[in-house]
């Protein structure tokens, strides 16, 4: 897996203002992309680029050609002097537009995701409601599951996982890291994560967060 | 990229030679469409060029909300998106190859069955139809998708009576706005004769509200066989509506002087509301009169929605809703908009594209071939 080329990606985002769904699906997209294709046969960088775009188009969350442009330029060459407009800045753009459609006609135009991001966001009003009141607030847990939801897309979790299987996981692993129970667990009849998601098992579970901790790895090995 | 693209293999995205084009059905701001055959299976299916001149910010966003509305709402009543095709990229297009969406096809479009008088449908039909249309926009509204282009030829209809939304070239996803924080979506939307009071007064803030009335003038159509206001310019059609719905004043709807061009627009004042009284002359139902005043107000927060319209009288009292396809299957031909006559004196506008210039001339139309 490129993890440069990600968190380049991910810098070039936050730049361009972007939302966190509109990041995630430029990373559906992007992982999409390069199920089909091989990272020799087309640059990855580009293709983030225009991954960035489409997704800003998909989630109404638009950003100009030009910023993408100008935003991608300055991210992969940090030494260098912004871009000026001229030829290389028109030719970068048309690049992009061209290869907009080639990635769209890739994907069959299927650019509809259901994100974990919603159901992650309402499992959380509930371990909320669920939690004595002063451990919600002493513990950081909306931050820490946002952050590694976030992180997830660095991988291809988001392809190989149900959004709801993907929610319940990060919220697991979230709990774990924090040393915090859900009250009356013990004695529970039914497993917390089995009341967000019926068919998830405690396997399932334990591969995804798997999965996102030799992420991490990953990480540590390419920078 | 380079110049080799057209010798790529896409896995996906397939060519749109296997159809065949039979005929021309349409044509607008948006392109054209045709009828198709596939080659191999023989299923009919509509064509729609997707238009790609003049972009400068690459595939055109409101195709690409398109594609995804119809990706994402699989309804009876909402027209199904088949796939996305493409022509190969040659030396002859300019290796710029041309995308067409690809939906299931619909023999009528509602248009061009009430220009025909041949045509003729009875109360409980009538109900059938317009309950269909609500339908399908409940099921839109509730997926927060408005249409944004609602009129009698984006209505098609199945040889089956089964009716279908078409073009949501025009469609977008809402949220309503907070107080401190309003939406500000493009006004130059939906063809002038079913523009809503609100966005000829420049409102950027709007609602489900803007395709309901839309709604009403459609229902309204489906007696008068004509669209019943046709302005000629925005000042115009506010002067109409005002002529039937009554005057727009503070008291009818609060909050209006609070719109971008109220004060900058001359409204005409002291007109009494007669909806009823106009369409009376065509209208002979009660609960049609009664819902077609509910669907025309002006205040658009005191619209009825799709929803409640649903539940309307009109729908679940005798003559029930009844199927249309006895009467449909006595027409053996299709009928569009596109290839009807011309009916004297209506000439359809087409709709404002977003980010055409404000004077723009809403008679702006296309040439039809005979």
Not at chain 1, 73 to 79: C, Q
Not at chain 2, 2 to 14: G, K, L, S, T, V
Not at chain 2, 103 to 122: P, Q, R
Not at chain 2, 176 to 192: D, Q
């Amino acid at each position: 897996m490129p993890i440069p080329v990600k968190l380049k990606g991910k810098q070039k985002g936050l730049r361009l203002r972007l939302k966190s769904v509109p990041l995630a699906t430029a990373c559906i997209v992007y992982h999409r992309f390069f199920k089909e294709y091989t990272l020799q046969q087309y640059d990855p960088y580009l293709i983030a680029s225009t991954t960035l775009y489409i997704a800003g188009k998909v989630e109404e969350n638009q950003v100009t050609l030009r910023d993408v442009v100008n935003v991608c330029y300055r991210t992969l060459h940090r030494s260098k002097p912004p871009l000026e407009m001229g030829d290389m800045f028109f030719a970068l753009k048309e690049t992009i537009a061209k290869c907009e459609l080639f990635v769209l006609r890739a994907l069959q135009f299927r650019v509809v995701y259901n994100h974990p991001h919603r159901y992650l966001l309402h499992y959380l009003t509930f371990i909320k409601e669920w939690m004595e009141p002063y451990k919600w607030d002493e513990l950081p847990l909306a931050r820490t599951s946002w952050a590694l939801l976030r992180d997830s897309y660095h991988s291809t979790l988001c392809l190989q996982y149900k959004p709801q299987h993907i929610a319940v996981a990060i919220l697991y692993m979230t709990l774990e890291s924090h040393g915090a129970d859900i009250p009356f667990e013990d004695t529970a009849v039914t497993p917390w994560w089995k009341v967000f998601a019926e068919d998830i098992t405690l396997d399932i579970i334990k591969q995804i967060v798997g999965e996102l901790i030799n992420t991490y790895d990953l990480e540590m090995i390419s920078s | 990229m380079q110049r080799e693209d057209h010798n790529i293999h896409y896995p996906f995205c397939q060519d749109s030679s296997k159809y065949e084009k039979l005929c021309k059905i349409g044509q607008g701001t948006f392109g054209e469409v045709f009828k198709a055959r596939d080659r191999n299976t023989k299923r009919l299916v509509a064509m729609k060029k997707i238009l790609m001149e003049n972009e400068k910010e690459g595939f055109p966003i409101t195709a690409l909300r398109e594609i995804k509305i119809l990706q994402l709402l699989k309804h009876d009543n909402v027209l199904n998106l088949v796939e996305i095709c493409r022509s190969k990229a040659t030396p002859y297009n300019r290796y710029k190859s041309t995308f067409y969406m690809i939906s299931d096809f619909c023999e009528h479009d509602l248009a061009g069955l009430l220009s025909n008088t041949n045509v003729k449908f009875n109360l409980g039909e009538i109900k059938k139809i317009v309950q269909q249309l609500l339908n399908g926009l409940y099921f839109l509204h509730s997926n927060k998708i408005l249409h944004r282009d609602m009129k009698a030829a984006n209505i098609l209809i199945t040889k089956n009576g089964v009716l279908k939304l078409a073009d949501f070239g025009l469609a977008r996803s809402f949220s309503l706005s907070n107080k401190g924080n309003p939406n500000r979506y493009t006004n130059r939307v939906v063809t002038l004769w079913y523009r809503p009071p609100e966005l000829l007064l420049g409102e950027r803030d709007y609602g489900p509200g803007i395709d309901t009335w839309g709604v009403g003038c459609i229902m309204a159509e489906m007696w008068t066989r004509t669209p019943i206001m046709q302005g000629r310019t925005e000042q115009h059609q506010l002067q109409l509506i005002s002529q039937l719905c009554g005057s727009i004043t503070k008291e009818v709807w609060p909050n209006v002087e609070k719109l971008p061009l109220w004060g900058k627009i001359d409204l005409i004042s002291g007109q009494r509301r007669k909806v009823k009284d106009r369409l009376n002359y065509y209208v002979k139902d009660q609960y049609a009169l009664e819902m077609l005043d509910r669907l025309l107000t002006i205040d658009p927060a005191k619209r009825i929605d799709a929803d409640t319209a649903l539940n309307h009288d009109f729908f679940w009292t005798d003559p029930m809703p009844i199927d249309l396809s006895t009467t449909l299957s006595k027409h053996t031909t299709s009928m569009f908009e596109y290839l009807a006559p011309r009916r004297p004196g209506t000439r359809q506008p087409a709709p404002n594209a977003p980010g055409k210039p404000a004077a723009h001339n809403p008679d702006q139309h296309f040439e039809r071939v005979f």
